[in-house]
């Protein structure tokens, strides 16, 4: 069986799904919620920056053909495991987006009446960015894990 790239179709189906679910809790259940802070939301970002690095320095890796079970080389279970971070990342994030979309799609309406969703409002659109970088992060990652074609068994044209 073969890995196959993570689709951008089914992250956004995520967003939506969790953006629609969230929406209905915040309307239901706004008042007892606690302020969102603008670290809340910005928590994810240093996951994102780390998984983007990670990319960089996979693909340089993977680009010199320094990879292998050389201590001087990367290893490919290494390289497994990063692919596998990429693609449980890039769900998260859009799950996380979606919920924080959820969450602004209720709150900017909102925000002339409400002085909550006036303070709630940076978190919240911190929180969405924090999200989709995430994913974009790990789909960075997940196309930097990938194996370069093999050469095939033909001879080349001369």
Known sequence: MRLKPTRIRELLANI???AVIAWVATRLAYGSFPPIS???????????????VLGFYIRARVSNSQIGADRRQLHPITVARALAL???SAQVGSLVAGV????LLWIFPQRGDLRAADADYPGVLIGCGAGIALAVAALWLEH???APDDPSDEP???
């Open 156 to 158: 080349a044209p001369s």
């Open 144 to 146: 930097c894990c990938r």
């Open 38 to 52: 603008t670290i809340a939301g910005a928590s994810l970002y240093p996951v994102a920056a780390l998984e983007a």
């Open 86 to 88: 990429a693609k449980a």
């Open 100 to 103: 924080w979309l959820g969450f």
């Open 16 to 18: 939506a799904i969790a």
